[in-house]
């Protein structure tokens, strides 16, 4: 992000990713456009901010995705650069919608849980890719540490099927009273 962009912010500030919603403009001196409440659950009027605003920048959840690339308003919104994509596994034929609309707007699939403020890898979605079922949740992001783990505890190989441990100073220690 640079002071440039117009993020639009449209989470709901009880659910942890808006933490990132916010911040990341911040950091940059970026402009937040604030979405009315529940204006996440209208694409049409979604697309329209982004269009009259000059948004930038936002993100969403695939499962809204697939809609948005389904409103009319939404091939509009010429000024999206960035689109952070994440809360949900993200297949391939969305991203490549995504593109067909809007080819000069970069993907970011993002992935994490809520202990770690949401994200915690990230994949770029190159345009023209051919892949089928879902998009990869990349690579740890700064500061964080990302192990696959077999059943007992144990580092797995490479190619080898296995639960996915995330550590790093900024994830919690635990929940309260627990």
Same mark, same amino acid.
């Given at each position: 992000f640079t002071h440039r962009d117009r993020f639009l912010q449209k989470t709901t500030?009880?659910?942890? !990713?808006s933490v990132a919603d916010f911040m990341l403009p911040l950091q940059a001196g970026a402009s937040i456009i604030l979405a009315k409440p529940g204006g996440h659950r209208d694409l049409a009027y979604l697309a329209q901010v982004i269009r009259e605003q000059q948004v930038t920048a936002t993100q969403f959840v695939p499962s809204a995705l697939r809609f948005l690339v389904e409103e009319p !308003?939404?091939?509009?919104?010429?000024?999206?650069?960035? =689109?952070?994509?994440?809360?949900? !596994?993200l297949?391939?034929?969305? !991203?490549?919608?995504?593109?067909?609309?809007?080819?000069?707007?970069? =993907?970011?699939?993002?992935?994490?849980?809520?202990?770690?403020?949401?994200?915690?890898?990230?994949?770029?979605?190159?345009?023209?890719n051919l892949d089928t079922g879902t998009v990869p949740i990349g690579r740890p992001i700064a500061n964080v540490l990302c192990y696959v783990l077999d059943a007992a505890g144990q580092l797995a190989p490479i190619g080898v099927p296995g639960e996915l441990h995330i550590?790093?100073?900024? =994830?919690?220690?635990?929940?309260?009273?627990?």
């Amino acid at each position: 992000f640079t002071h440039r962009d117009r993020f639009l912010q449209k989470t709901t500030i009880s659910f942890d !990713a808006s933490v990132a919603d916010f911040m990341l403009p911040l950091q940059a001196g970026a402009s937040i456009i604030l979405a009315k409440p529940g204006g996440h659950r209208d694409l049409a009027y979604l697309a329209q901010v982004i269009r009259e605003q000059q948004v930038t920048a936002t993100q969403f959840v695939p499962s809204a995705l697939r809609f948005l690339v389904e409103e009319p !308003a939404f091939t509009q919104c010429t000024s999206l650069r960035t =689109l952070i994509i994440g809360g949900e !596994a993200l297949d391939w034929d969305t !991203a490549r919608a995504i593109y067909r609309l809007l080819p000069n707007v970069e =993907l970011g699939n993002f992935y994490g849980p809520s202990e770690n403020t949401d994200d915690s890898t990230h994949f770029v979605i190159r345009r023209g890719n051919l892949d089928t079922g879902t998009v990869p949740i990349g690579r740890p992001i700064a500061n964080v540490l990302c192990y696959v783990l077999d059943a007992a505890g144990q580092l797995a190989p490479i190619g080898v099927p296995g639960e996915l441990h995330i550590g790093g100073v900024q =994830l919690a220690r635990g929940y309260r009273n627990r």
